[in-house]
Structure formats: structure tokens, C-alpha cells
């Protein structure tokens, strides 16, 4: 098992880092974290956390939008018996292709916390996202942990693993999965 | 993006009620954190599972006597009766009309089969915290809720330590 290292960098919207803001304890009354990615339930899910626990509660809740980049790691492949490593050209590129993901991801996330009249924190965490998303959430104190879940089948799920049911169990604080609305799958 | 009337700012939810005591601390949560979005009244559920009388009958090398047998029942009817309650005092604590629901049967499947007769759109479940061993042969009502419920589902974790 590789050491999973999740490094957490944390911005206010538009502005430079504050790291300071967002971890420390208790500044405001009730931290939600939300974890987004490209996909469409987990923008949903944010949506959902909006309406349904920020609600009225603006003032009292901060809202925190945190994406996960997998890991640009040196890839060594095996190429006609020789193993080769991977030209930092491309580590590079795979990288900066990861970094461009997240900003759009954390970007469209963001527009949807104004769209809505909420001001958001927003981190970055690298990482395998079942532990990045843990240990971000708990390096943020986070009172809830919002996530969606596209529900998976039963056979999916074991063999890619679930997101969702492992936070679940292994998060600290409780943990909000939202799925999909009715209708819009089976 | 949502329909209209999807988001009225209320919601229905459904709170299960087990043995535990890790349930009624997400009762107390729930109504805590989420109190305001929570449409009327909140339901409550327990389900009474089958299972107990299997290891009556191997006791008993053949089928148990009939009075034993209801003597269970009413004991398990009356506990189930006793936390739903206890559930319901919390509840008027903090000012919630409740509706409660009592079922029988396999409680995974029939926490999920109501959710989905009663349209509730937020399934809450506490965690007992069982490690991983004992959670793959005992199983796990809130890993099932989670997998299979076709609601949004709130795991609210009984962890010491971790102030609201």
C-alpha cells in the first residue's frame, strides 16, 4: 500500500491562500465540506447541501468545497523488458492537465455557492480521494461531510470501490451522501 | 436543476431508530443541525427483525413451546416500543412533530422499502462503529442504507471528542 501524503491547500474564492482561516477550529459555527468532481451528482450534491443544511443558516454555517487530484506520481513502464521512466516532459504535462481540472472543477463548484449566495472556502487535496477526502475533513474540522453518490451496482462497487461507503464509515464526522434525484436514473 | 417544488426549503426525513444509543445521538444531531429544513412531522422508524427465534428453536432441539415464543415477541414489541418513546420525548424537546413507524422484518431492507413508500428524501442512520471484521459478518443496517436506499442517506457517527 502506497504512503498516501494528502497535502491540503486551501483558498478563499478568487483570493490568495488562507490556509490560517479554514483550519482553525471553530472560527465559525458550523463547517460544512463538500467534496466535488467532474461529475454532474456531485455538483448536485452541493446544490443539495446548500438548500438543505446552509438554508437559512448562512451566518452560522462556512461552507468549504474541496476537490481531490489524483496523485501525478513517476511511473516507471516497462517498455521491451527495459523499464523506463516516465520524461518529466510528460509528468509535467500530466500534471498541469490535473491542475487545470481542478480549477475548472472547484471553479464551476464556486459558481454555484455565488449562484446561490453563498461564500465558500475552497481546498485542494492530492491524493487516493477515499483518504485525502478523510484526512482533509478532518484537518478542516469539518461538522459535516457532504458527498454524492451516483449508486453504483452492487458489482461496480466492489470492484471500483466506493467513494461514499468508505467515507461513510471511516470519516470522522457524520457524513451526508446524496444521491441522485428520482427519475433521473434507473 | 431541480423542479420548483422540490425545493420548498423542507424536506422529509426519516430517522432510524435501533437498540443503540448511537441512533437517538443522531436523532439529537439531526434535530440539532437540521431542525429548520426538516418538513413536518419527522418520522421515526424501527424495525423488529425475525431473527431471534432461530437460536430459540436450535435451543430447544425442536420447535419451541408457543408461549415462549410469544413471550419474545411481546418483549421485542415492548422494547421497540420503549426506544420509539424515547425517540419521541427528544423530539418534543426541541419542539418536532413526529410520525413513528413500527415494522417487522429484516431491518436493512425494510428501513430502505419504507423510505422509498413514504417519498422520504433524507434517510438518517447513527453508526455503531463496528470495526471492519465484525461489520462483514454481522453486516451493517447503515452500509446497506448507504448502498441501497434510494434517498440521500446521513450517517451521524457517535464519536467522543467531536464537538458540534
Redesign the interface.
Known sequence: MEEVTATVVIEGAGVGPEVAEATTAEKKGFKVVVAVDDSEISHYALSWAIDYVLANRREDCQLVVLHVQHFVETFMYPVAGHAVYAPTLSIDAVRKAHEENSKRVISRAVDICKSKHVDALTAVAEGDPKDAICEAAEKLHADLLVVGSRGLGMIKRAFLGSVSDYLAHHAKCPVLIVKPPKGSHK | ??EAK??T?K?RVMVAIEEHECSHY?LE?TLL??K??ISSPLLLITVQPFSPFTYVAAASYSSPPQELIQSMQEHQKQAALTLLEMAKEICAKHGVDVETIMEMGEPKEVICQVAEQQNVE?LVMG?HGRGAVE?FFLG?V??YC??H?????????Q?SG???
Open positions: 436543476m431541480a422540490e425545493r426549503g424536506k443522531a444531531w443541525n437540521l429548520p429544513t433524507l453508526s461489520r451493517s447503515s452500509n448507504v448502498q436506499a434510494k434517498c440521500s442517506v446521513l450517517v451521524v457517527k464519536d467531536k464537538k458540534n
